[in-house]
């Protein structure tokens, strides 16, 4: 009798694995070193979690085949909500992790950066051939990420060539140490000066 039951989808055992993932994501195992740089990408977690992501889909619409009226059964309606927001909660930790590493390489391109002097100014700063850091062949970034970089350092010289004479990485506020505040006393009427 025990194994012709159907075992209710809520008693079903399940893995809750969504309640530490960001950290798995966002903080490398050393922590982070120097914020300037991008820690090494995982492709390990972010392939394991894809999976993970795909079999729990599985997992979750197999019992049914297409058929379930949350009405007639609240306690498996609710099992199944509670694991469709853990699905999406770890979807969206994956995606921002790759929004905060696309962040930091279009940062490193508007600073004038190139990720091969960043890659190997951090190889210099560690020196150990056994540190978390990546090796002399190993780079920090996916080879995705690097195509990413190059394409936009590509556009973003375009964009920056049609405006020559200005820097468009300088910052908006124009600085106060090389002009001089004048207030004036008495009006003099139009002044011309060797500056306009």
Known sequence: ????????????????????????????????????LLPQYGPRAVTREVRDLEKDVK????????????SSDPPTACALLVDHLAIR?????????????????EEMCWDGKDVLEVHQSRQSSTGQEGSSAPSNDESSLSPEEEEYFRQYSDMLAAYKGQWTDIDLTGSLEPPKDLFIDVRVLKDAGEVQTEYG
């Open 59 to 70: 997992r979750i619409l197999e019992p049914f085949e297409g058929h379930f009226n949350p």
């Open 89 to 105: 909660r770890n979807k969206r930790c994956l995606l921002a992790y790759h929004r905060g590493r696309a962040d930091k390489l």
């Open 1 to 36: 009798m025990g194994s012709s039951q159907s075992v209710p989808y809520y008693d079903q055992p399940r893995r809750h694995r969504h309640r530490s993932r960001e950290r798995e994501y966002f903080r490398p195992p050393g922590g982070y070193r120097r914020p300037d």
